[in-house]
């Protein structure tokens, strides 16, 4: 690919220029503030295209950086390149409003598609990341980054396995990671799930075992409830049973109407007796004395008379005493009637309290035999609900779910560690390309001084002189950009599909004018396109053989 026009419509400071390249080696000179670095990044957003960044990352991306300083919404420009024998006519407008980008065939008007990634296949599918990293070296930035490792792995995927470009190694692994961390935090919040999951069944044994402790307790009550109930009832029964013999025993009193009856019917009796033989002894004695042959008639009937008299008198007296036998017993009677009354209603109102007093013990003691059958009925739910909580409790702690998880994970971790070995493997034989390419780079700049380069796939770095190797750390600051140099050019030629532009700003900063000559022979020799943007005159007047 060889870099033919640029033109600059509104980019940065500047605004309608035009810059025309050729094959070969190209040097711009200017001071600082000249533009070169905004040159450098318009090629890059040309070929590239410029993303504008988000938050606060904004106010110091490129696109703000770069935007125009005349005339901000009018941010475009373009840039006329050839590539396999074919011109191409590549516009891009920058700004937010207008953006797009048009890629032209000027030799046969046939339009390509930038979206599409016809741009892409021009390049090579070589990525800004990539470009960054090799061909394109700014100011103070000659190291290159992870990010050629990484793509020196997906070379070497692709290279000793496919021989083209269709595996994306590290794609692939940073797919694997990106996975695996998916998967890790599936399974943590899996855990953490589980885990407020456990402490709620947890929670809610406790809730249950407070509840069971309170159904003993109530049932412990309830028997003792029971209990007094019984014995309650028992003793209710036993009064009311007395009660109702004492309604039924007659009562007993010392006076009562026949003795009463029995006393006067004594005088009575006597009395009638008494009169009866008075009038018998009178009687026989007034027949005896109409005999002549009976003398003692007079006597007799004086006995009869005294027998009448006392007769009489006897009879008096039971008369007396029956009549006061009847009021006392019409007294006796009102007042027994009375006392009967009274002990009667008094005995049945007892009666009636102790009956409902034992119906209430009755109603009570069903009551706590239901309540003792809710009690143990709600115990069984209680302790059936804490076993099946206990079982779910065990079965969370190994889940289908988490097996699952697990297994992807160890799966997701022996494909990463599988294609990491390979990637090592393969990277082995790619590190001995570019270390033989580098070091042939790296001896043609330093003049032969250092006639091997060793580099690892983790980017360790250190270089042979013929006597001993020396590690990096132990070089000058212009030995390391010149290795950095040969290690970027060397990726460049296996990495790259299509020959690009080597863009470099400032980079010959660190060299010296010996080491610098063998730099600018060796971009001349390769026949490479080169645009060289520089702060001074060393270069050009080597190149033009000055010095």
Known sequence: MIIKEVYIKNFGKFSEQHFQFDTGVHIIYGENEFGKSTLVAFIRA?????????????????????????NPNYYAGSMRFSCGGRTFLLERSFDRYTKHASLVCEDDGEELSVKQGDLEMLLGGITPLMFDNTVLVRQ??????????????????????????????????KYLKEKQ?????????????????????RQECSYITQDMERLRQEFEENQQQYSESVREEARLRAQYEKEEKRQEKPKDTEETPGLYEKKSRTFLSAG?????????????????????WFSGSVPLQLIGYL???????????????????RRAFRTWKKQTV???????????????????????????????????????????????????????????????????IEEDLKALKMAAE?????????G??????????????????????????????????????????????????????????????????LLGEEELPVILDDMFVFYDEKRLKSALKWLSDTKKQAIIFTCQRREAEIMEGRI
């Open 46 to 70: 040309m070929l590239f295209g410029m993303e504008r960044g988000r938050g606060k990352a904004a106010a110091k991306d490129d696109f703000s950086r770069y935007e125009p300083w005349d």
């Open 140 to 173: 103070m930035s000659a190291k290159p980054g992870q990010e050629l490792s990484d793509s020196l792995k997906n070379y070497a995927a692709n290279y000793y396995e496919t021989g083209g470009g269709e595996v994306d190694l590290q794609g692939a692994m």
């Open 181 to 201: 961390k998916d998967t890790e935090r599936q399974l943590r919040l899996l855990d953490e799930k589980q885990e407020n999951k456990r402490g709620k069944i």
């Open 272 to 292: 009638i007796v008494g009169v009866l033989i008075g009038i018998a002894g009178i009687f026989w004695g007034k027949i005896l004395a109409r005999q002549d």
């Open 307 to 325: 027998i009448l008299a006392a007769g009489l008198i006897l009879l008096c007296v039971g008369i007396v005493k029956r009549t006061a036998e």
């Open 338 to 404: 009375r006392n009967m009354k009274y002990e009667s209603t008094d005995n049945e109102a007892e009666c009636r309290r102790l009956a409902q007093e034992i119906r209430q013990a009755e109603e009570n003691k069903k009551k706590q035999v239901w309540q003792r059958e809710k009690l143990q009925s709600e115990w069984k739910e209680k302790e059936v609900r804490l076993e099946n909580l206990h079982e779910e409790e065990r079965e969370s702690e190994i889940s289908e779910e988490r097996l699952l």
């Open 418 to 426: 599988t294609m990491e070995a390979a990637a090592k493997r393969l």
């Open 428 to 493: 082995r034989r790619t590190d001995e390309r570019i270390n033989d390419k580098a070091s042939e780079i790296l001896g043609a700049v330093t003049g032969g001084r250092y006639c091997r380069l060793q580099m690892s796939d983790n980017m360790d770095i250190s270089v042979w002189d013929g006597q001993r190797r020396i590690s990096l750390h132990c070089l000058s600051r212009g030995t390391i950009e010149q290795i950095y140099f040969a290690i970027r050019m060397a990726s460049a030629e």
